[in-house]
């Protein structure tokens, strides 16, 4: 019998179903610490990227001029474009992070990572709109803002942020996955598989 595999539970010979190993029950599920590490990499990342990104914008815009009231729709929908990617991007490492510090559920060391992110993104919603402009660090920082007011934004403002909150989860999901890789391979090679 393999390592990980055991019989079934009538105990019929040779229709063996994988198990959970000793090692994933042991350190498996969530992890709080890697995810918080995790949102702390998106969150540097999402700022580091905004900045390189900001910073060639002007370069253009500085060497172009100002964009004619024809090229303005075209410039909102890239730069929603850049900023969706940036994101993903950030997430994504953050993810990775956390995926290869919890060593097992990568997708769910991921979803932590965008979970922290919606919490601290709608408290610091909340604490700009209940102290004041003054105290709104998310608007200080750049970062991206939720709306606190539906009617207020607009139906594409809405729509955005749907698709950034779906690109993010998926990004970190997908990157926690992929922090994971490296602990299979190592497991594969003192298995000698």
């Known amino acids: 019998m393999r390592r990980g595999e055991r019989t079934d539970e009538d105990g019929a010979a040779g229709q063996r179903q994988p198990t959970r190993g000793p090692d994933r029950d042991a350190f498996g599920g969530f ?4 995810a918080l590490f995790g949102w702390l990499v998106a969150v540097g ?4 990227l905004s900045l390189l990104v900001g910073a060639i914008a002007g370069g253009i815009g500085a ?11 075209t410039a909102a929908i890239v730069s929603a474009v850049i900023a969706l990617l940036v994101l993903a991007l950030a997430y994504f490492a953050g993810g990775y992070v956390a995926g290869r510090m919890a060593r097992f559920d990568g997708p769910k060391q991921g979803l932590g990572v965008w979970v922290i ?13 209940v102290l004041g402009s003054q105290y709104d660090v998310a608007a200080q920082l750049g970062l991206p803002r939720v709306p606190l007011d539906p009617t207020a934004a607009g139906l594409g403002a809405l729509i955005s942020l749907l698709v950034v909150a779906v690109g ?26």
Do not use: C, E
């Open 31 to 34: 992890k709080l610490g890697a």
């Open 45 to 48: 990342l999402t700022i580091l």
């Open 63 to 73: 060497a172009t001029g100002p964009p004619s009231s024809s090229a303005a729709g």
């Open 117 to 129: 992110g919606v919490i601290v993104a709608v408290l610091l919603a909340v604490l700009g709109a």
């Open 168 to 193: 993010t989860l998926l990004a970190a999901m997908a990157g926690g996955k992929a922090g994971t890789r490296y602990h299979r391979k190592v497991d594969r090679v003192g298995r000698g598989d």
